[in-house]
């Protein structure tokens, strides 16, 4: 294997083929930007965790999140995201836990949620765990 600069000042290890197999090439870029062969690599840039709620960056920009909220009855909960995200266009599900015949059991079902914005969202009844993922902000 060699590991050298290359004429953009980027870190190139590039492994030695065995006739069966061509070489491999690993770039480390300007910017962090990572390449095998070529090709992009996403990574995880941060993430952080703090009891029911978390949040991973990735190298791209994207931004996956989640937790858990305690609401009562039909009752509205503004949901605060750990990080914001760049704008509207991001996914929101929620699991909800059953409290009367199910008790106990978690169903998915349809997300019911106002005032979306990159930093909140609202939601209505019952505790629930939630995934949020788009473009961070």
Not at 104 to 133: D, I, L, Q, R
Request: aromatic residues 16%; negative net charge.
């Amino acid at each position: 294997a060699a590991v050298f600069a290359d004429e953009y000042d980027q870190i190139v290890l590039r492994s030695q083929g065995d006739g069966m197999q061509p070489f491999r090439t690993l770039v480390l870029g300007k910017g962090g930007h990572l390449y095998v062969d070529g090709n992009p690599v996403r990574y995880v840039v941060s993430a952080w965790r703090d009891g029911a709620s978390w949040y991973r960056k990735w190298s791209d920009g994207w931004l996956e999140q989640g937790g858990k909220v305690a609401g009562v009855g039909e009752a509205e909960v503004t949901l605060h995201f750990p990080l914001p995200f760049a704008d509207t266009d991001y996914t929101f599900v929620q699991n909800v836990e059953a409290t009367t015949l199910y008790a106990g059991v978690f169903y998915m079902h349809w997300v019911e949620y106002t005032n979306a914005s990159p930093v909140s969202v609202t939601v209505y009844g019952g505790n629930k765990s939630w995934y949020a993922c788009g473009q961070g902000g």
